[in-house]
Structures are given as C-alpha cells and as structure tokens.
C-alpha cells in the first residue's frame, strides 16, 4: 500500500470519485460522480493547502482516501481547515489504512502551520476521539445528525485541564 497525493496520480481521480460515491450517494454532495470530481478538480487547483490523499494497493487501485478541505462548513468563519472525506473501501477495512491517511494528513497540516483542524461525523466519533478529537457540537449536516469535533495541532494549545510543565 502507497499514500499519495491525488495530484501524483491523477488517473485513479475517477476511482476516487467512485469510492465516496459509493460510500456516501444517499447524501447530496456524493450522489453523482461528475461533481465529486468537479469537487476534487476544484480542490487540486486551489492556492492553498486544500489536498486530497490516496492510499492505492499494488494494482493501483485506490483502496481509500482523505482530504484536507477549505471551509467544508462555511458558517463559522475561524473553522478553516477540516479533514473530510474519509473513507476506505469495505474491503479494506480494520487494518490502519484509515488511521495512516489520517496521519500524513495531519503531518501536512502542522508542516504548513495550520493550528486546528475540524470534522464532521455521524457515526465515528469514538474513533477519533482515541486520537485527541474533541467533540464541539451536535448538528444536522446534509439530512444528517453529526458530531463537529476539533484536534489542535499546535504544541502550545493544551487541552483543557492539562497542566504544562514548567
């Protein structure tokens, strides 16, 4: 297995249009693969640190993915960055691919300074939560009932109760 960057191989854009829309097409923005991949094209244009990472097995098929977002949810203006679109094929399931994606995703975000990173779940809050995750808040998103949860990827920002040492 190779995680990548969706821009280093633009071939499998279509298989990864296919696995979130076969994970996610009873939700409005993953019901048709052209805009999953008008989305992802958008995406890799971007000026910024938007990107989407790949995990491919040896045939090259794209086994899972993961994207970091701009403003995936635009109403609170200080929520930026958010790491969304997370899924690995069923297959695939139970053996870290998704927890490996996850960390070169949040390896790229403190090299390029983003400080928080926001989520949004409906049903894999304990999974993250094992990582440091904080639920913030309970929503609907899209029809569905979802929990907004936060991970800070600044050394100085402590969790609460958490005392430095000196």
């Not at 975000?109 to 913030?136: H, M, N, V």
């Amino acid at each position: 297995m190779n995680i990548t960057y969706l821009t280093d191989h633009l071939p499998q854009l279509r298989q990864t249009a296919r696995l979130m829309s076969a994970e996610w097409a009873s939700l409005p923005l993953w019901v048709s693969e052209e805009k999953i991949v008008a989305r992802l094209q958008a995406r890799l244009a971007a000026q910024d640190h938007q990107f989407t990472l790949i995990a491919i097995d040896e045939q090259e098929r794209v086994i899972a993915t993961g994207s970091i977002i701009r403003y995936e949810l635009e109403d609170v203006e200080q929520r930026r960055w958010w790491l969304g679109e997370v899924v690995t094929d069923a297959a695939c399931r139970g053996k870290g691919i998704a927890s490996a994606l996850i960390g070169q995703c949040l390896a790229h975000c403190q090299a390029k300074g983003i400080a928080t990173l926001w989520l949004y779940t409906p049903d894999q809050q304990a999974f993250y939560r094992k990582s440091g995750w904080q639920e913030i808040e309970q929503r609907e998103v899209y029809g569905e009932r979802v929990s907004v949860m936060s991970l800070s990827l600044s050394p100085q920002e402590r969790a609460p109760g958490v005392i430095a040492d000196e």
